[in-house]
């Protein structure tokens, strides 16, 4: 509603959420009905005005005033029961409609993480303004102001937010605690087709706060006034003081404990960078040892991790691998900057990388090889001469007698049984005698030998 050009500039009744005079406005808020079912479904008390789990209604206590709203001769507000002063904390209080729209957007996220995470109890909202009064009652009372008469649309027995089924006729259906309708099954499910429609609306549509009759608004419409945000930096200014803490929650300029633990209190815009770089933060180890450690102590972590690769000692050689730690006794026995010494014990060394361009392998004296002959025998290079001419059983030695060529394990078996030094024993016993010139025996040393 607006004021015409000569009605008064001070007026009595006020929406606390839309701020709209006219106490019939249609709702300022427009969303799907709420009947109780579901953790997040809430219906605001008439007494204090807080929003609350309609499962919380029957233990919860309530905060507020017995009495009735006063208004003095210059507009202040004041509370016949107790003498109050003001409206803070109380049903009569703005509550902004952006402001009741995104609090109940953040609860509704919060529980579908704790629906994620196993945990199905009801979220506890988080309310606009501490609740305020001069009695507490030990729970909250739904009655709605400016609602009609809650009915059976069958037989018009009372119905009850809640209740399923109505107790008068047995006839189903539905109260919805936001804009108090009675609804039937059918007309709840007819309403979210609509809503599901291209160009359709959701069904509900109601106010968040309360119609306050003797709240007094002056209409200056070339008076505006202006609420800076509070926080340091924030230059933002809001229209009305119920939008300070809507704009609060989005506020870049808005404290925020670190979540980590570390202690700090950082602005939202910095919140971000702050948790990339916080050292309170648990990260998995970049190497894959499946480890986590803090940012803090992840370099701790490093000088043990057995997946951290690690230089060679041989780096100062000019080794460039950088085996991991848990390699680095593979890559020594391998590494071209090792030494390797020979392994007959010749006492030459040098470095892998110049072991092939040496030649030691082949040229080493004490290098063992198979005999060529064949005997099986692992000799010395250097003995191998020696080895064929007194060791090797495969080498070939000439009989004295017939001058055939047997292998050295044959040799003296057939020397001592050859025919040629039979058949030569035997002619010397015939013809063995003195010299007849000096008298020496001639075959005496041949035959002897």
Known sequence: AEAGAYDADVVSGLWTCCRNIDGGAPGCVRGDHCFGDLPTDTAPCADCGQWVPLSRWAYESCQSHKGELKTNRWGGAWWDCCGAVG?????NDDNAAAEW?????????????????????APRLIPAKPS?????????????????????????????????????????????????????????????????????????????????????????????????????????????????????????????????????????KDFQAHRDGCDYVVLTCPNGCGESHRRDT????????????????????????????RDVAEHDAVCEYGQRVCEFRCGFACLRRDWAPSGHEAACPLATSLCELGCGAEVPRRFKEEHYARECANALLECRWCAVRFRRDEHSTHEDGCLLRSALRGWWQLLRKSCVECGTDVFGREEQS
């Open 101 to 121: 729209v995104a609090r109940r957007q953040f609860e509704m996220e919060a529980h579908s993480v704790k629906r994620a995470q196993g945990s199905l109890s």
């Open 87 to 91: 409206v803070e904390g109380t049903k």
């Open 132 to 268: 305020s009064g001069c009695i507490t009652r030990t729970s909250h009372r739904f009655a709605p102001l400016n609602a009609p008469k809650l009915e059976c649309g069958n037989c018009n027995a009372e119905a009850v937010p809640g209740q399923l089924v109505c107790a008068g006729c047995g006839e189903a259906y539905r109260v919805c605690t936001q804009c108090v309708a009675v609804l039937s099954p059918e007309a709840v499910l007819e309403g979210k087709e609509m809503a599901g429609r291209d160009g359709g609306r959701p069904p509900c549509r109601f106010h968040p706060g309360t119609y306050c009759e003797q709240r007094a608004t002056r209409w200056a419409h070339n008076q505006k006034r202006s609420y800076p945000c509070s926080n340091a930096g924030c230059t933002h200014t809001s229209p009305h003081r119920s939008l300070v803490n809507a704009h609060a929650m989005e506020c870049p300029y808005t404290p925020m404990e670190c979540d980590f633990g570390c202690g700090c209190t950082i602005i939202r």
């Open 298 to 325: 992840m370099q701790a972590h490093f000088a043990q991790c057995w997946m951290q690769p690690i230089p060679c000692e041989r780096a100062c050689f000019g080794c460039e691998v950088l085996p991991l730690r």
